[in-house]
């Protein structure tokens, strides 16, 4: 007995390998659900309110700023792309609060873009713009084109912003979810039967490379999100033309 214990003491001292699902640390996005649940309405922010209480949001960012990237680097996919798009939509509502009131995200700086430049999102163990974010990781790394369903930069003409952090296990669902109720919203997607036009948010035109990776079309993709009825009526391909994006902010104090 006295053998088999220096064994295993021996082996411990060794360094064994720990098993693979210890590499995954669970993270809870439960501190961004009291933010969303507290000031989101219908896709509409109370920066105000968020304005006079940041704490749970400033904790949830300060808890992902945390995060080890070689760790983070061995979470299950969905864990990994939950995680930046809560990221994204978390510090554009901080970088909304801290330039409140605002009338744009566009207004923010003194160049055009220049809010999405601007280095605040701490994240490995650097400082990085909301653009390299998007751009330099979630695009380029993760090739799902759905994200552009989920990630909110503060205007009305983007899609909605949920009341509820996207988490991994329900992931695929809200993704989804996400594209049909964007899809539905009649000022940035609608169908004209008569001219048998698909009107698209110029999100389509300007991600048209993400959505049509593989050799597929705009319209391939987005058909599936639409409502049944318009479906059906798709009988040809339609016409694609795009509406205005409104780029004026997603604040309940402005309807």
């Known amino acids: 007995m006295n053998r088999l214990i220096l064994v295993m003491l021996a082996w411990l001292a060794a360094g ?3 098993p693979a699902f210890a590499a995954v640390q669970p993270f809870s996005h439960a501190t961004f659900g009291q933010v969303l649940q507290v000031h989101v309405r219908e896709a509409r922010v ?3 309110g968020l304005k006079a209480r940041p ?3 400033d904790r949830y960012l300060d808890e ?3 995060i080890e990237p070689e760790p983070f680097a061995r979470w299950p996919r969905p864990d990994r792309l939950a995680l930046l798009i809560n990221l994204y939509n978390a510090q554009t509502l901080r970088l909304i609060v801290d ?4 009338a744009s995200i566009q207004k923010i700086g003194l160049l055009p873009g220049a809010a999405w430049r601007k280095k605040v999102v701490r994240w490995s163990g650097k400082v990085i713009s909301l653009d390299e974010l998007e751009h330099g990781i979630l695009r380029k790394e993760y090739h799902e084109p759905r994200i552009h369903f989920a990630l909110v930069c503060a ?4 899609p909605p912003l949920r009341d509820e952090p996207f988490t991994a296990d329900r992931l695929d669902e809200q993704l989804q979810d ?3 109720r964007f899809l539905s919203e009649s000022t940035k997607n609608r169908w004209e039967p008569s001219t048998h036009t698909l009107w698209l948010s110029p999100i389509f035109q300007w991600f048209a490379d993400d959505f049509t990776t593989g050799g597929g079309s705009v319209v391939a993709f987005v058909k599936p999100f639409l409502p049944e009825a318009v479906q059906k009526q798709m009988t040809v391909e339609p016409k694609v033309r795009f509406t205005e994006y409104d780029w004026s902010l997603n604040d309940r104090a402005n309807p």
Do not use: N, W
């Open 99 to 102: 330039h409140y009131p605002v």
């Open 55 to 57: 704490t749970e949001l």
């Open 178 to 180: 996400q594209g049909r």
């Open 16 to 18: 064994s390998p720990r």
């Open 64 to 66: 992902i700023a945390a």
């Open 46 to 48: 109370d920066y105000a």
């Open 155 to 158: 205007a009305k003409g983007c």
